[in-house]
């Protein structure tokens, strides 16, 4: 069996694997768990298309795993990537990015609402700064007013624009 180019889908390869008639009670249990997995109806294990699984899906060792000719087959199969994933593989891999996704703007997010804060604060201190200095200012006018009403009176002021 090793030798053989794996055909082109997950289906056909498991056709060819349960053509042989060499094959064990164990190879097949291998090559139904390889097909629940390669078409996401896993029984036992998340889904993920992985060695652990597989035999997890078969209910074998990975001793056994290793020791059975569709083994040899199977890992060609995983490694080349003819088989397409099964639809929860993909839907975790964008989960996960999705989670990156979120934490990326999260952060940023964090880092502009601090900026914000900051700007916030300064413009606070301004205006803080800016109330003192027009109280200051007023309270100068109003003793400039003061000042000129006790003014000679034969001083006229001038009125405002």
Same mark, same amino acid.
């Given at each position: 069996?090793?030798?053989?180019?794996?055909?082109?889908?997950?289906?056909?390869? @498991? /056709?060819?694997?349960? /053509?042989?008639?060499?094959?064990? $009670?164990?190879?097949?249990? %291998?090559?139904?768990?390889?097909?629940?997995?390669?078409? $996401? =109806?896993? #029984?036992?294990?998340?889904?993920?298309?992985?060695?652990?699984?597989?035999?997890? !899906?078969?209910?074998?060792?990975?001793?056994?795993?290793?020791?059975?000719? /569709?083994?040899?087959?199977?890992?060609?199969?995983? #490694? @080349?990537? =003819?088989?397409?994933?099964?639809?929860?593989?993909?839907?975790?891999?964008?989960?996960?990015? &999705?989670?990156?996704?979120?934490?990326?703007?999260?952060?940023?997010?964090?880092? =502009?609402?601090?900026?914000?804060?900051?700007?916030?604060?300064?413009? #606070?201190?301004? %205006?803080?700064?800016? !109330?003192?200095?027009?109280?200051?200012?007023? !309270?100068?006018?109003?003793? &400039? &007013?003061?000042? &000129?009403?006790? /003014?000679?009176?034969?001083?006229?002021?001038?009125?405002?624009?």
């Amino acid at each position: 069996m090793s030798g053989q180019t794996p055909p082109g889908n997950y289906r056909e390869i @498991s /056709a060819s694997l349960a /053509a042989h008639r060499d094959l064990s $009670g164990l190879d097949h249990r %291998i090559i139904d768990a390889f097909d629940r997995l390669a078409t $996401g =109806q896993p #029984a036992v294990s998340d889904g993920a298309l992985t060695i652990s699984n597989l035999c997890a !899906e078969a209910g074998i060792s990975r001793a056994s795993y290793y020791r059975s000719p /569709a083994a040899a087959v199977i890992r060609e199969v995983l #490694a @080349s990537g =003819q088989v397409t994933r099964p639809e929860i593989d993909i839907l975790r891999d964008q989960v996960r990015e &999705l989670k990156k996704a979120e934490k990326r703007l999260r952060r940023d997010h964090s880092a =502009q609402v601090r900026e914000l804060r900051d700007t916030v604060t300064a413009y #606070a201190n301004r %205006i803080q700064v800016l !109330e003192l200095r027009n109280a200051e200012l007023e !309270e100068h006018n109003r003793r &400039l &007013l003061a000042q &000129l009403g006790r /003014a000679d009176p034969r001083v006229i002021p001038l009125s405002g624009p």
